[in-house]
C-alpha cells in the first residue's frame, strides 16, 4: 500500500470527498488530501511544499507547469463550474434572473457572504470585481462577511451571518441546509475549469496516473453532474 499526496481545490471537493474514498478502497492505497483554494495550494508549492497529485484550477496548473511543478503532459481537464447564489433551505429564492434583478437582490439583501478576495478564491475575486462594475461596491461593503480563508461561504447562511452565499455552485452545494438560487445571470457568469497534474518528482507517479484516469469515469463524471459540476 502506497500513500498519495493530494492537493485539492475547495471547487471538487463535494464530488471529490466521495471519489477519493471509492478510489482508496478499490485500489488500496492511502490519500491524504490537502483542501484549500487554489492559489493558497499553489503558493505552498512556490514555496517548497511537495504533493503526488494537484487538482487545481487550470489557470493554477498551468501556471505550475510554467514553473516545473507539473510533470509536462500529465495535465487533465476533469470538470468545470459557474458562480452561484444560495440562501438557507426553506428561505425565499431571490430574483436574479436578470443582471438587473440580480443588483436589486444584492442592494435588497440584509447580508451576503463570498470568499474574501484576498485569499485568492477565483470566486471571490471575480464577485469583488463583478459589485464594481455594477456600481454597488461601496454599498455591498458593510453587509459583507467573509469565511475563512478555503472555507465555505454557505456555512454563513447556517449559522445566520448572512443571507446570501455566493461561491462556486459546487462550493455552495457542499453546504447542507443551503439550497442554490441559481447561477448569476447571462454573461455576468463566469466559467471555472479544474483540472489535474502529477508532479515531476512524485515517487507513486503511476498511482497518480491511476487517481486522475478513476476521476475522468463515467461514474466519476455522473458524481461531478450531482455535485453541480460539468464534467470534462
Do not use: C
Not at 492511502?30 to 499553489?42: D, H, N, R, S, Y
Not at 508549492?45 to 511537495?50: A, L, S, V
Not at 501556471?63 to 440562501?87: Q, T
Not at 479544474?194 to 515531476?200: D, L, S
Amino acid at each position: 500500500m502506497a500513500e498519495l499526496k493530494v492537493y485539492s481545490t475547495i471547487g471538487v471537493r463535494s464530488a471529490a470527498e466521495q471519489l477519493f474514498s471509492q478510489f482508496e478502497k478499490a485500489s488500496g492505497h492511502k490519500l491524504t488530501v490537502i483542501w484549500g483554494t487554489a492559489p493558497m495550494l499553489v503558493k505552498r508549492i512556490e514555496d517548497g511544499e511537495t504533493a503526488d497529485v494537484l487538482i487545481l484550477s487550470r489557470a493554477a496548473i498551468d501556471a505550475l507547469g510554467k514553473l516545473g511543478k507539473v510533470g509536462a503532459g500529465s495535465e487533465v481537464s476533469l470538470a468545470s463550474s459557474g458562480v452561484g447564489i444560495a440562501v438557507k433551505a426553506g428561505a425565499p429564492k431571490p430574483d436574479i434572473s436578470t443582471p438587473e434583478a440580480l443588483k436589486r437582490t444584492l442592494l435588497n439583501a440584509r447580508s451576503i457572504a463570498y470568499s474574501e478576495p484576498s485569499a485568492g478564491g477565483a470566486s471571490g475575486v471575480y464577485f469583488a470585481k463583478l459589485i464594481e462594475r455594477m456600481g454597488i461596491a461601496e454599498e455591498m461593503k458593510p453587509k459583507t462577511r467573509y469565511p475563512p480563508a478555503g472555507g465555505f461561504s454557505a456555512l454563513l447562511l447556517i449559522t445566520g451571518e448572512a443571507e446570501l452565499a455566493v461561491q462556486q455552485k459546487p462550493e455552495l452545494m457542499h453546504v447542507d441546509g443551503a439550497e442554490i438560487v441559481g447561477l448569476l445571470p447571462g454573461d455576468l457568469n463566469v466559467m471555472t475549469e479544474f483540472a489535474a497534474g502529477i508532479t515531476p518528482d512524485s515517487k507513486h507517479a503511476d498511482i497518480g496516473k491511476a487517481l486522475i484516469g478513476f476521476l475522468r469515469t463515467p461514474a466519476a463524471k455522473a458524481a461531478f453532474r450531482v455535485k453541480g459540476l460539468d464534467p470534462a
